[in-house]
């Protein structure tokens, strides 16, 4: 048996491309929910469709944009719903769930407040399952660059209706 033996049942440990402080709009390409060895993890999968605003970049036409998140890139937002920012993690989960359940409304011509849009216990692994019911969804993701307690980066994200869609709805 030589060094490389059993390649093929291999796969990468994954890793990924993060979303970066901006205003995108993307299309949510899917969702996973899986334990794995770090624990319990919630992680939607998207496509960048258009970069509305980017900061922290060049300027043209009044709009900043930054060239580390372009159109056509996967990003991925992993959830850790174990530990101890479990519950912040089931806040952003309900806040995406929210956005897509009130996109797809806006679709239909309705109009709906995120903060009225109600989450069942079963929405979540729903949308994670094999029928991938939110795949192919345009949704609008605002990502704020902060800093930790402890002085690391980190994005803040929050997800809404496309305003596009929100124009043609009203």
Known sequence: MGRF????????TGGGVYWEPGVYKAKITGIKHKKGFKGESYIMEFEVLDVLVKRDAEERDGVRFNPSRRVGDVVSHVLKLEGENAELALGNLADFLRAAFAT???????IVALKDVEIGD?????????????????I???????KTKKGNAFSNVKY??????LAQAA
């Open 5 to 12: 033996s059993g390649i093929n049942n291999k796969s990468s």
């Open 104 to 110: 797809m409304k806006a679709k239909n011509g309705e």
């Open 122 to 138: 079963e929405d979540p692994e729903e949308a994670a399952s094999d029928d991938q019911p939110l795949a192919g969804l345009e």
């Open 140 to 146: 609008e993701v605002q990502v704020q660059g902060t």
């Open 160 to 165: 809404l209706v496309p305003r596009d869609l």
